[in-house]
């Protein structure tokens, strides 16, 4: 027993998990995978079936499963951005740990009252941040972090999202509209403000602007004669656009996975049916489709942030310059070439979703929640705070045109 947590070691930690989308599913699948380490007791999803082979009770909606009798160690909050905060607070106020996707909240003061609330609770709520668990950047970090290139000076990171995976999610889905949720850059970049935070650790960002918009995928850039839903377009215009629904979801395989019934089937009455079949110029998105962040460093280190959606490959590149040397880092390679001696390239062993990330941080979940202290869990939370409070100015810097000052 881990005296101050009240969890039993060595068994597996009971868990709730709010939706069953694909989050929710990646997860449920951990557990089922490793019935060592976790069990579920129990879903919430209104919308998609849950197979029975999952064995566990099922509920409509995330409230229902939180005030069930279902007992419960910790609760995986795998629910749309909005719904993020009221769900955390409900979680821990149970007595619940959480593992809680990624952003935290909607807005910087969401972040703060998880936050208060967590430490109220003495209970670990642990972020989707799995790139930090993916052997990939753990390596870079530890490589950046030794010194092999001498002090940072700048740092240029893209993150790639792909033509077809950002039309998914950030013109045809669910954060497609800003109001609704957090927009592009606090969705899609937290993961990468978390990874440029966790490099440059114990430096402090003073200075933080953005420059974005929406730039393409608007009723203006309409090509002639385009219908409202890719199923009606005549065969012409689709011929000439990449953005084609079929071409994105039935000709390609790899977006796929974010339906639950990947049949050609299944994909067909999707595009039928869905949002997903819609126009890319005919969605009512206002979300940006690219975006830049500078960031001022104590110290005098600056930090380029690049978001794009139209690319061809899904990846990032970040080139790091330091006083001894120079690395480069693409999801795949690290180039390592210090001034003084030979180039040395490192290829990190990978497998399975966002490099192994998916599962090791539940691996990670399930080790804390039996093993860790009340003081490791704040710290654990307060870890992931700093970077949201910079993506959330660089949004306000955006909207406003003004440089901002991140308090410290
Ligand atoms: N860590 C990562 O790398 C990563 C990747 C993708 C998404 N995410 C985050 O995970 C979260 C979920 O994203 P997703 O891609 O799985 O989305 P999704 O739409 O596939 O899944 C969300 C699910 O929640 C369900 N839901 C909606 N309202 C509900 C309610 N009241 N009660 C219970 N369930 C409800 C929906 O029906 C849906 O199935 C988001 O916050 C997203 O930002 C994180």
Redesign the pocket.
């Known amino acids: 027993m881990n005296p101050e947590s009240g969890q039993v070691s060595g068994g597996p930690i009971r868990l709730i998990i709010?939706?069953?989308?694909?989050?929710?599913r990646t997860y449920a699948a951990y557990a089922m995978a490793h019935p060592g380490d976790s069990k579920v007791g129990g879903i919430?999803?209104?919308?998609?079936e849950v197979p029975d082979t999952v064995g566990c009770r099922t509920w409509?909606?995330?409230r229902e499963a939180l005030e069930s009798d279902v007992e419960a160690d910790a609760v995986v909050i795998?629910?749309?951005?909005r719904?993020?905060h009221d769900s955390c607070i409900k979680a821990l106020e149970r007595g619940c740990h959480v593992l809680l996707?990624?952003?935290i909240g909607c807005t910087w003061e969401e972040c703060e009252s998880i936050r208060e609330a967590q430490k109220r609770a003495q209970k670990l709520v642990l972020t989707?941040?799995?790139l930090r668990y993916a052997p990939f950047y753990k390596t870079l970090r530890t490589i950046i972090a030794s010194g092999a290139i001498g002090e940072l000076t700048s740092v240029h990171h893209l993150a790639a999202i792909s033509y077809g995976k950002s039309a998914h999610a950030y013109c045809r889905g669910?954060w497609s509209v800003e109001a609704k949720g957090t927009g592009m850059l606090v969705?899609k970049c937290t993961?990468d403000f978390d990874l440029i935070e966790w490099w440059t650790r114990s430096r402090h960002c003073k200075k933080v602007s953005s420059f974005g918009s929406l730039f393409h995928w608007k009723p203006e850039n309409r090509p002639a004669g385009a219908a409202d839903r890719c199923m009606n377009c005549p065969a012409e215009v689709k011929a000439g656009c990449p953005f084609d629904a079929y071409k994105i979801y039935y000709d390609r395989t790899d977006l796929r996975y974010?339906f639950a019934d990947e049949s050609d089937e299944a994909i067909l009455k999707m595009i039928e049916t869905s949002p997903y079949g819609r126009c890319v110029y005919a969605c009512g998105n206002d979300s940006v489709d690219h975006q830049t962040v500078l960031m001022e460093y104590e110290g005098g280190l600056t930090i380029i942030l690049e978001m794009e959606s139209y690319s061809q490959q899904r990846n990032r590149i970040t080139h790091f310059y330091g006083t001894r040397g120079e690395v480069i880092a693409d999801e795949r390679t690290i180039r390592v070439m210090p001034f003084l001696g030979e180039t040395k390239i490192v290829e990190p062993t990978q497998s399975g979703h966002?490099g192994g990330g998916d599962t090791m941080i539940m691996a990670e979940f399930a080790r804390l929640v039996q093993t860790a202290s009340p003081a490791r869990y704040s710290a654990l939370l307060d870890d992931v705070m700093e970077s949201h409070k910079i993506a959330f100015l660089a949004e306000v810097s955006r909207r406003t045109g003004k440089t901002m000052d991140v308090p410290a």
């Open positions: 709010l939706g069953y989308g694909i989050r929710g919430a999803e209104p919308f998609g409509k909606g995330w795998a629910l749309p951005d719904l993020h996707e990624k952003p989707g941040y799995v669910n969705n993961h974010h966002h």
